[in-house]
T-cell receptor, first 107, second 123 residues
Framework: SSELTQPPSMSLSPGQTARITCSGD??????THWYQQKSRQAPVLVIF???ERPSGIPDRFSGSSSGTTVTLTITAVQAEDEADYYC??????????FGGGTTLTVL | QVQLVESGGGLVKPGGSLRLSCAAS????????MGWVRQAPGKGLEWVSY????????NYADSVKGRFTIYRDSAKNSLFLQMDSLRVDDTATYYC????????????????WGQGTLITVAS
């Protein structure tokens, strides 16, 4: 498959842990990266190469990979983490692609 | 200041053409993989195209292949997207984005984004 599948939405209370998954057949062969987008602003990179965190991103953001699924984990979510999250990777034909996005609501 | 600034958006009729520009400042655009990403109103991100350093590798999403052309102008330190045969479903905010050092055609990600420019295709 040349698609990346994410859950459309997730609602959590402050302090809970968010685990946002991204699934795709090509994921074992390519790195996955994660972006946060708030209120239709430009996206911000939060995780790259499955599990690395850019400077300036809080350490409550982490990433992991297992087979055809990669996971963005936000430990102890805060109100400011409310946003859309997108995974990005490469398909088997070399085309880049984004997942459909997950809207995280912090209640 | 390191930044990307897109321009060229607007209203165009179906079948028409438009050229988007992305001006880079604070760095040499030719040293990086560059890409275009779009976002239709209320929808998610969609990768559109990328161009490698030296313009050696270029690729397009199937949805735009044959209609859009990505290219660079080193003298202007700018990236462009020529969009022809525009369709209503091309309506979106188009973002220009810079790949990180070490990008390859099989693995790249964007650490710098422009603010986006809106294209509306309607009759």
């Amino acid at each position: 498959s040349s698609e990346l599948t994410q859950p459309p939405s997730m609602s959590l209370s402050p302090g809970q842990t968010a685990r946002i998954t991204c699934s795709g057949d090509a994921l074992p062969n390519h790195f996955t990266h994660w972006y946060q987008q708030k209120s239709r602003q430009a996206p911000v990179l939060v995780i790259f190469k499955d599990s690395e965190r850019p400077s300036g991103i809080p350490d409550r953001f982490s990433g992991s990979s297992s087979g055809t699924t990669v996971t963005l984990t936000i430990t102890a979510v805060q109100a400011e983490d409310e946003a859309d999250y997108y995974c990005q990777s490469t398909d088997s034909s070399g085309k880049w692609m984004f997942g459909g996005g997950t809207t995280l609501t912090v209640l | 200041q390191v930044q990307l600034v897109e321009s060229g958006g607007g209203l165009v009729k179906p079948g028409g053409s438009l050229r988007l520009s992305c001006a880079a400042s604070g760095f040499t655009l030719n040293d990086y993989y560059m890409g275009w990403v779009r976002q239709a109103p209320g929808k998610g991100l969609e990768w559109v195209s990328y161009i490698s350093t030296g313009s050696t590798y270029i690729n397009y999403a199937d949805s735009v292949k044959g209609r859009f052309t990505i290219y660079r102008d080193s003298a202007k330190n700018s990236l462009f997207l020529q969009m022809d045969s525009l369709r209503v479903d091309d309506t979106a905010t188009y973002y220009c984005a810079r790949g990180v050092p070490g990008c390859s055609s099989t693995s790249c990600y964007f650490a710098l984004w422009g603010q986006g420019t809106l294209i509306t295709v309607a009759s």
